[in-house]
Every structure is written in C-alpha cells, then in structure tokens.
DNA sequence: TTGTATGCGTTATCAA
DNA sequence: TTGATAACGCATACAA
C-alpha cells in the first residue's frame, strides 16, 4: 500500500470516509468511541493527511511566500530566520525565491505564487521594479502582499520600512559632528529607491551643515565587490576621505576589505558610520559604529502584519520602524 | 469570477474541458486550429494554471524541501542561493524549514514535508540527531534524499560531505609546520558528528607529530557568542594559546570579536586557520588563512545529486569534495 | 450520530 | 480529433 488514506481507515472500520474526516479532526459530532477507533486505526497505519489534498479542497495552500532579490549573508537570513519561525508557529510553510534582481523573473515568480495559491507573500523587489502592476492580480484575489526593506515608493501596499532619508540624516550628522571633512558616501545599486532615500540623507545631512557634496565622494556599488574596487580606488586619492558613511553590510563588508588592502587607520585616518543588522560590526576592530537595522525585526514586523492581513483583510496600513534603530557607537566614528 | 479555470475557457469556446487542457500543453492530437483559439482565450482571460489541482492530480508537489538547524548569516546562505537557482531551472520549488536543532520538531518537519509530498529533500541535521528513522517513511515512498554537512554517521543515505578529519589535519599541521606550540582548537557542538570529526582531524595532526592534546585547548562552543566567551577566556590565560584552528565561520566571528577584545595581534601573537565559506576570511586584516569549504559547491552537489536520483532512483552514492577544499593562505597563519 | 453525494481543477482513459 | 467520464484525497451540505 501506497500510502494510507482516509478511505482506508474507513475500510477497516466499515464506516464512512466522511465520518473518518470528521473524527480526525475532532468534530464535535462523533461519537467519542467512534473518534477513539478511529485515531487508533490512523496511528496503527501511520496515516498522513495529504496536505494537497486538503490544501487543494479548501483553497489555501499553507505557503506563505517569500520573494528577495538574492540571498546572501547579510540582513536577510536575519529576516529568514525570524519569519520562518513565526510561520512555522502559525501552521503555515515557507517557499523562498530568489528574483535574481530581475523584474521578469519576478513576473515570472508571482505569477508561481498565483498558481501554488499562496496565502500570503513577502517580497523585497528586483532592482528593475519601479511598479507594482504584476501583484495587481494577487491582491485582487485577496492575497494580502507585505513589501520590506527594498520597496517600490508610494505603491499602496503595505509596507516595513524604515525612514532611510531620515536615519541616513542622522548616521552622517554624527560624523559631521565629529569634526570629519570628506565625507564619503556610499551606496547600493543606483535606481534602487533604498539607495536613493539614503543617498538624499547623506545630502540633506551635508546641506544642513553648510556642506557640499563631492560627487567624486559619492559611489553607487552593485555588490560588495564593487563596493571594495570603487572605495579602495578613492582611498588612492590625492584627498582620500577621512570619513566613510556606508549604507549596508555587504558594502560595509566591501570597504573594509578596501581599507585593509590600503592599511588605513580606523578611525583615525578613516571613521566609518554604516547602517546595519548588527552583527557584522562587531567583527572588526574597533567595531564599527553603526544604526541598528535589524533583520530580525524587520522579518517579525513582516510576517505579523502579513497574518493581521491574513486575518484581517482591511488592517492595511505602512509601518515605520525608526524607533527600533538606535545609533550604536561603537569604535569607528 | 474569482479565478479562470480550463472549465471556463472550455465554456467559453463550447469545448469539452479535456480538449482545453490537452491544447494547453500542446497535446499532438489537437487541431492546430483549436489549439490557437485556446491559447488566445487563456491569454485574454488571464488563465494562469491551477498547481495545486495539477500536482495534487500528478501525485507530485514540484517542491523541494530543505531542512536546516538554523538560518545563519554563515554558509547556509551561499548552499540556498545555489540550490535555489538550479531548482527554479528545473522548475521546482523550494520550501524551507528550520529544525532550530531539535529533533522532535525535525521529526515534524518530515511529517509536513510527507503530507506535503515533496518531491526531495536536502537536509543538515539537527544536533540530537543520531539516527535516520524518520527518514524511512519517505524514502519508501521514493522520495530521494540528501544529506550534507551536518550528516549522520554511516546512515547509508547518500550525502555530500568532506573528509572533515582529513581536511583538519591538513589546517592544523600547517599551523604546526608553520612552528607554532599552542596550538588551539575551537569547535561546534560536541554532539554533532561534524565537530567530532574535525575535532579527531586535530587530535590527529598533534599526534602524528608528537604532540600532546591539552584539553584545556580543546573548545567546543555551541555558537556565536559562546566562542567568543571561551576563546576570550583562554586569552587570558597564563599560557594563552599562540595560534588557533576553527571549524567554522560562525566560530571564527566569535573568536575574532575576542581576539580584538584582547587586542592580540595576528599572526604574531595568535595565528589562525580556519575551515570557510571563503567570504568571511577576506573581511579582516590580516585575511585569515583558511581550507575553503564553499557552501555553493555543497549546495550544488547536493541539488545536482538530488535530481539525479529524482531521475534515476538507483543512482546512490557518497559525495566527498575534497578536491574542492584549497588551503587559501592569507595572513594569518 | 452517521451516511450520501458532490465538488475542488486537472488529466488519463476510453469511447466516439 | 474531440467528448464523456472518472479519479486523485478530502471536506461539507444535506439527508437520514
């Protein structure tokens, strides 16, 4: 025998599958010895309901899905991690896709989501998605959709953020305070609209204390790599800065490997301020001095306001999460 | 109407439903004419499959699962991103579980992964796993399973691992080839079979070269935050360790934070060789030597192997890639 | 309290 | 080449 069904137990016990379902579930209208032979039979025979099945009958398919643009060690198996978690508690499944920071992928994936009818999804968009026409479909159907960390701007949907311009305004204003002349920006991939929030704060920052900005100061890094190549050729400058403000990880990652190959100083002949799940800077030394953006927040505020969706479809509503980023002083500025 | 399904395009065009789903996958026997008007009604009345009606029909999920202890910013991040893209290739789907390194809840896990009738499953046990009798059950039902890293011992199950002791001998005679006397070892969980192995590989290395292993320079951390206690603390020592193995990332950042903590200088007064991803060791100065263990060669086998069996369910076998760990000399050691 | 009948969306089988 | 039918495993409205 293949695998045991409902029908099966049924068999055994000459009565009716519908009766075997109900006891299985504990509905109140069995009978309690009906119900008792019956969850004796199904342990005896090591049943299994078929979650397709059921999933398929009712509609729901248990999955929740999350959409990022890549995975990799920074931030998101933070957010991972929480989620799964939460999940998980909720008796539901986590099925994770990765968009390659491709729109048409990501086309391509909602329209996967659509079709293994999941019940929820969470998604940190491609660095090419400037709309949210392709979750049009899925919302209409009543999937409720939370956006995080990598957002479109005013789409409507819900969405956890943080005030990137603002938090950004604050990181570099440290620096400045410290007394740092060349102040060095650094961001993620240009037409990202995290990268632009950001790179408005380190502006903002700059302008409101009489600053100007360089543009030569200012670098847009695809990847860590990237970000290590760009920031290790300005560290050669004639007028290398003294100051590195860094807008994430994976570029934090790549500018202390820049600074490592050069053998500068830090903070003395470069401070740095960065943006940060926390952990990473606490690997160097001195620890880089960071605002706090946890993962871990982000990925539990994302999937509770995802099930209040869930059970509440007009709970719509923007969460801002600036009060949980603290500015962390560690060593480096 | 909520969702178009093969029935109401077939009512649409008066067809028989059947007619519809054969056209739709472009079924030989239907008229070149029949398909066309088919496939332009789908596409106008956004007709986007049913995957949990086709594989509930199919007996198949078109999921894989993969089961971790816990997402971590350490090498679980490059085997995701690696079996995911070959997954999306082949048209499969990945849903995620952590076990949080409890063997009950992975023994939970294997149960959804069942109801969900994954159609493979990749996994790094949890640490109180010592058997592979909850596996049975799948594997009877054919479905194929992979084990990597974090393996059970001798389970028969085909895995993709390295000769763990082998390569901790390799890093721990470089150590002592390089003259150092105190030589440290820092390693996982005591329970996991990995920990043991590499924790053999140094005995190993000591012994064949007529040294003593001194237990008080044996570490076994069961994290992050625990490494970076008990290496602190061996730091401080009369005789404090002059150069250190570590078995893993997650490991080395702990040992980094106390190391810095302590400002020891590196390699002069603490050398290090570490087993890595090969990302981490890049992010300190000087880099830290170390046999590169690439989670996305692991997460690449163990995915390519997987859909080996899922197409030849005879093909068993034990991956070892040791051929694909280096010893990445940087400058700590 | 239990049984009967039906359907979720799809496709394989058989018949026409 | 197409249609009718049944079935996958389960749950529920309804009947008894």
Chains 1, 2 share one sequence.
Do not use: W
């Amino acid at each position: 025998m293949s695998r045991i069904t409902i029908k099966d137990i049924a068999k055994l016990l000459q009565i009716n599958p519908s009766t075997v379902s109900r006891a299985l579930k504990d509905h109140p209208d069995v009978s309690p010895e009906t119900k008792k032979s019956v969850r004796q039979v199904a342990d005896e025979l090591g049943y299994q309901p078929n979650f397709q099945a059921i999933h398929f009958r009712n509609r729901r398919s248990g999955l929740i899905g999350l959409i990022i643009p890549e995975m990799n060690m920074f931030f998101l198996p933070s957010v991972i991690q929480a989620i799964e978690e939460t999940i998980r508690k909720k008796g539901y499944n986590l099925i994770v896709f990765q968009s390659n920071d491709s729109l048409e992928r990501e086309v391509e994936i909602v329209r996967i989501c659509q079709g293994f009818s999941v019940d929820g999804l969470l998604i940190s968009v491609s660095k090419e998605t400037q709309d949210t026409e392709h979750f049009r479909e899925l919302e209409e159907d009543g999937t409720p959709i939370v956006f995080f960390d990598r957002v479109v701007q005013q789409s409507g949907f819900p969405q956890i953020v943080i005030d990137d311009k603002q938090v950004s305004v604050i990181a570099v204003e440290h620096l400045i305070k410290k007394g740092y002349q060349r102040i060095c920006g650094l961001f993620d991939k240009p037409n990202l609209s995290i990268s632009q929030q950001r790179y408005r704060g380190y502006k903002q920052a700059m302008e409101n204390h009489g600053r100007k900005v360089a543009l030569e100061y200012c670098i847009f890094a695809d990847d860590m790599d990237m970000g290590r190549v760009l920031f290790g050729t300005l560290l050669h400058h004639q007028e290398p800065p003294d100051a590195l403000f860094v807008m994430s990880d994976e570029l934090l990652a790549g500018a202390m490997q820049a600074i490592n190959e050069k053998g500068f100083l830090i903070p003395s002949q470069i401070a740095i301020v960065s943006i940060s799940d926390g952990k990473l800077p606490y690997f160097f030394n001195p620890g880089i001095t960071h605002i706090r953006h946890s993962g871990a927040i982000v990925g539990n505020m994302a999937i509770d306001l995802l099930f209040q969706l869930l059970t509440n479809p007009d709970y719509v509503q923007e969460i801002n999460l600036d009060l949980d980023t603290p500015l962390v002083k560690l060593g480096s500025a």
